[in-house]
């Protein structure tokens, strides 16, 4: 017989309108709410054969899992941000059961409770900066290759100079840019620049940032930042959200292996 462990995806306060009846979590199961002392944990059930302590350390090396789960888990999460203010837990949070759950709820609650009493009302808005990738150079003729190798080294130095200008002109760029964002946004965190070999994503990157800001001021800050994606050639401007406040909610963001396991025995 396969037993089953309790995923919880995050906590929040009660709320009225229902989730989606098809929306389905980590495994395809539907997600259920556990109330306990006037919180609520988003749960569902998992096998316990894929999230034991064991299980997880392999998959953790299990990229396409990793991503299937990530994707399940924020889905959840979006859907939860429709009708509340969500504390997203990390990703593969899980406990033996209810009764572990509630002594999990017991031991944060008042964590949660101020967290959930500073987020209501608002949500997370992600932006990069990128300097844009050169495109790649065709082949010089034999007449434009260097004469000599002092020649080369004149241009290579002119190359390095011309690409040191632009990316000081990319990190003027995205710190101003972020100034402005600041002062628009309740609070911010600063995360290390992504590296594009990993992330596949082309360019290098010169701001990640996330910013708290108010459901009702989203428009106008979506806006500041779609003035900003045509002010400097060479210069990409990506914005994403609006998200569960998952940078200000003292958890790791829910695509990250963060594994915390509470099973509760």
């Known amino acids: 017989m396969t037993t089953g462990l309790r995923y919880v995806y995050a906590v929040c306060r009660p709320f009225g309108t229902p ?13 259920a709410l556990l109330h306990h002392h006037g ?3 988003v749960v569902s059930t998992v096998p316990e054969a894929d999230f034991c302590e064991e ?5 953790l090396e299990d990229l396409d899992w990793l991503a299937a789960t990530a994707r399940a888990h924020q889905g959840v999460v979006d859907a939860l941000t429709t009708v509340t203010t969500p504390l997203p837990l990390r990703l593969a949070t899980v406990f033996r059961d209810d009764s572990a759950v509630r002594m999990m ?11 959930l009493d500073r987020l209501h009302g608002r949500v997370e808005w992600g932006v990069k900066v990128y300097l844009e990738p050169e495109p790649a150079e065709p082949e010089p003729a034999a007449a434009a290759r260097p004469a000599s190798g002092r020649d080369y080294l004149r241009r290579r130095r002119q190359h390095s ?10 990190e003027r760029f995205a710190h101003c840019l972020h100034e402005r964002l600041a002062e628009r946004a309740e609070d911010f965190r600063m995360h290390p620049p992504q590296n594009s070999a990993l992330s ?5 990157n010169v701001l990640n940032a996330a910013y708290l800001v108010p459901r009702a001021h989203s428009e106008e800050f979506v806006e500041m930042v779609d003035r900003t994606k045509d002010e400097a050639p060479g210069i990409r401007v990506e914005l994403t959200g609006p998200w569960a406040a998952y940078s200000f909610s ?9 594994v915390e396991s509470g099973e509760g025995r």
């Not at 596949?200 to 290098?204: A, L, Q, V």
């Open 19 to 31: 989730l989606q009846a098809e929306l389905r979590g980590v495994g395809g199961a539907p997600p």
């Open 39 to 41: 919180l609520v944990a």
């Open 55 to 59: 299980a997880l350390k392999t998959h």
């Open 105 to 115: 709820i017991e031991a944060r609650e008042e964590d949660f409770r101020r967290l």
């Open 161 to 170: 100079h011309a690409q040191e200008e632009k990316w000081q002109r990319a």
């Open 200 to 204: 596949g994503t082309p360019g290098r």
């Open 250 to 258: 003292g958890e790791e963001s829910a695509a990250e292996p963060s």
